[in-house]
């Protein structure tokens, strides 16, 4: 994965730098920022290391294919990006085993992937792995099941506590019930026991 160092007086200096040198968008790259102390009688830079988010995710897919082929699965990729999220649709014979009980595997995967990139480049990317079209559904299940709770917490005034969820989960429910009228949610509880609950709005 190449690696792409840049420094200058201010960020905004070092980002014109980068985007023009490298002929990318910023969705298109990930950076780690630093500050840099200057010298007796030199001022603080910035230095800004880059990664190329077409790398990473390059990157990714042989790391998962590797992995995969351990587990004795021929897997086909499917790759896209879209603001800075990389998402990678798995196909294989063997979806069932790709997803686990409750998407657990599927969970276990992204957790590796992303820790992988964490070692590698020190940040963690938004990434989104899917099994064919598992996490769409699981997306329109959540979606339909909010939307269900929240018109009975409006016409009853009492809140409800949804199962527990991981992040991702949790944020499909908040996004969904932004603008639904009558409630409002927030996220209690501690990992892994951390839950939406949805209530009345004030």
Do not use: C, W
């Not at 910023?26 to 603080?44: N, T, Y």
């Not at 199962?163 to 639904?180: G, K, P, Q």
């Amino acid at each position: 994965m190449e690696v792409y160092v840049y420094e200058g007086k201010s960020e905004e200096l070092v980002l014109e730098k980068v985007l023009t040198n490298l002929d990318v968008a910023e969705d298109d790259i990930l950076i780690k920022k630093e500050k840099v102390k200057g010298g007796l009688f030199k001022g603080e830079t910035f230095k800004f290391t880059v990664f190329k988010l077409e790398d990473i995710q390059a990157s990714i897919k042989e790391f998962l294919d590797e992995l995969l082929k351990l587990m004795d699965l021929d897997v086909k990729f499917e790759t896209s990006r879209r603001e800075k999220q990389i998402t990678i649709k798995m196909f294989s014979d063997n979806n069932a085993i790709l997803i686990g009980k409750n998407g657990q595997t599927l969970s276990a995967l992204t957790s590796i992937v992303k820790q992988y990139v964490h070692n590698k480049i020190g940040i963690y990317p938004y990434i989104n792995l899917d099994v064919e079209n598992y996490k769409d559904k699981q997306v329109m299940y959540l979606e339909r099941l909010a939307k269900n709770i929240a018109r009975e917490v409006r016409s009853t005034k009492k809140e409800v506590v949804m199962e527990n969820m991981n992040s991702y989960e949790r944020r499909i429910v908040h996004n969904v019930l932004t603008n639904f009228k009558g409630v409002k949610t927030e996220s209690e509880g501690e990992e892994p026991n951390r839950h939406v609950v949805i209530k009345p709005a004030d």
